[in-house]
């Protein structure tokens, strides 16, 4: 009897320290809706709002944002990982292949960072946080609502070669991508559901330029309408997008399945999932069912979730936002040199002008220029790269009267493909 009380004694403090943390207190090692109820209760408002601003401005963060988490999921977990700066011991993941040049939304998490810290320090963490701003994307954009379970915490270290391996690619098979999803704990269905995320955002050319003019199992009307953006020859309009959903981009519904069956699927990998195989009743039941649709996606979205979170004393509560400014302030060191020049081109273009008072020839090649980016929301309405790019080159405030966004348009040529290299 003595010997089973002692055992029962140790067992208790053994699991009375594996549930509580190293910082604030932390006492509960699984995920739950109400963590932070007490120890940050506007923790919700507060996400919500910065990404409601966020949002408004340009409808197409909302798709980045939930792309973020898809992407920091499918690598080692939702710990937040994809959010951290290459450092000297370890190269992180925004540069891998599925994320160079295409990962943004950084600098929205960055601001609900800010906020949450100055409401409650070093509390939250950054990985929570990318949580409930995907769910809020989705909401603010017209998609289902659901709980979000937190209480996780802030990965140290990343890895480039997990995202590289984890994430498939826009050219996935039906197989592929089901090994994928399974690799990581998630169903075919679930797998079919969280593709639908597709319903919003946009993609480069260089993900379905060898669909639309290669595949047949392709509407033609619809491969013709993409062509017109996306030239045959490889490096002519690379960065150049296209709504993953050509029905209602910036609207979360299931559209995106209604075109599946209709064969105007953007990327190889969304036409898979009806092409005559295993998946084809499942997109067929949501292009029906929006109902079923958002119901199963809010499913997979919690069990997406709960993939390898790092609790109790695992992980750490990250304080700063170090990692976050240097990649909002710089999305990657070849779009910034490519940006150098192009407004140093513009600028010359202001000087002119300026000599010649020939304002409306100006406004002309504006137009043009913005057609030429095949996108009203590929304008990115962020003050802070606005900062970044007049700085350096002392742009008085009436140069933003004459040209609003062509700069802004500059720093912005990524896309929100949940899956892709």
């Known amino acids: 009897m003595a010997s089973n009380n002692l055992f029962i004694a140790i067992l208790a403090i053994v699991v009375t320290l594996s549930l509580q943390g190293d910082n604030n207190n932390v006492v509960q090692a699984q995920l739950t809706t109400n963590f932070y109820s007490t120890s940050c209760p506007n923790l919700l408002s507060t996400v919500r709002s910065t990404v409601k601003s966020a949002v408004d401005s340009q409808p197409r963060t909302g798709a980045s944002i939930l792309r973020l988490f898809f992407h920091d999921c499918f690598v080692n977990g939702c710990d937040g990982s994809i959010l951290l700066d290459d450092t000297s011991s370890f190269t992180g993941e925004q540069n891998a292949n599925p994320n160079r040049n295409s990962a943004r939304g950084f600098n929205v998490i960055d601001n609900i960072k800010t906020a949450v810290e100055a409401a409650c320090p070093g509390v939250v963490s950054c990985a929570d946080i990318l949580a409930i701003a995907a769910r809020d994307s989705v909401v603010l954009l017209g998609g289902p609502n659901w709980n979000v379970k937190v209480g996780r915490r802030d990965a140290r270290t990343a890895s480039q070669a997990a995202a590289n391996n984890n994430i498939p690619a826009p050219t996935s098979s039906l197989s592929q991508l089901i090994s994928s999803f399974s690799a990581v704990g998630l169903s075919t269905r679930d797998m079919v559901a969280l593709s639908g995320a597709h319903t919003i955002g946009q993609s480069r050319c260089t993900n379905f330029r060898t669909r639309v003019y290669n595949e047949t199992n392709i509407n033609a009307a619809f491969a013709t309408l993409r062509q017109r953006s996306c030239p045959r020859a490889a490096g002519s309009g690379d960065g150049n997008l296209a709504p993953l959903d050509v029905n209602s981009a910036n609207t979360f519904d299931n559209s995106y399945f209604k075109n599946l069956v209709a064969q105007r699927g953007l990327l190889h990998s969304d036409q898979e999932l009806f092409n005559g195989g295993s998946t084809d009743s499942i997109v067929t039941g949501y292009s029906n069912n929006p109902s079923s649709f958002s119901s199963d996606f809010t499913a997979a979205m919690i069990k997406m979730g709960d993939i390898s979170p790092l609790t109790g004393s695992s992980g750490e509560i990250r304080k700063d936002q170090r990692p976050f400014i240097a990649r909002a302030v710089k999305v990657d060191l070849a779009h910034n040199r490519k940006l150098k020049e192009e407004v140093q081109s513009v600028m010359h273009k202001i000087d002119d002008e300026a000599d010649s008072k020939a304002v409306g020839k100006f406004d002309k090649d504006h137009?043009?220029?913005?057609?030429?980016?095949?996108?009203?929301?590929?304008?990115?309405?962020?003050?802070?790269?606005?900062?970044?790019?007049?700085?350096?080159?002392?742009?008085?405030?009436?140069?933003?009267?004459?040209?609003?966004?062509?700069?802004?348009?500059?720093?912005n040529r990524e896309d929100d493909t949940l899956l892709k290299y």
């Open 367 to 411: 137009e043009e220029e913005e057609e030429e980016y095949g996108s009203s929301d590929h304008f990115e309405q962020e003050f802070w790269y606005v900062y970044t790019i007049s700085e350096p080159y002392n742009i008085k405030p009436n140069f933003f009267v004459l040209v609003p966004s062509l700069l802004l348009s500059l720093s």
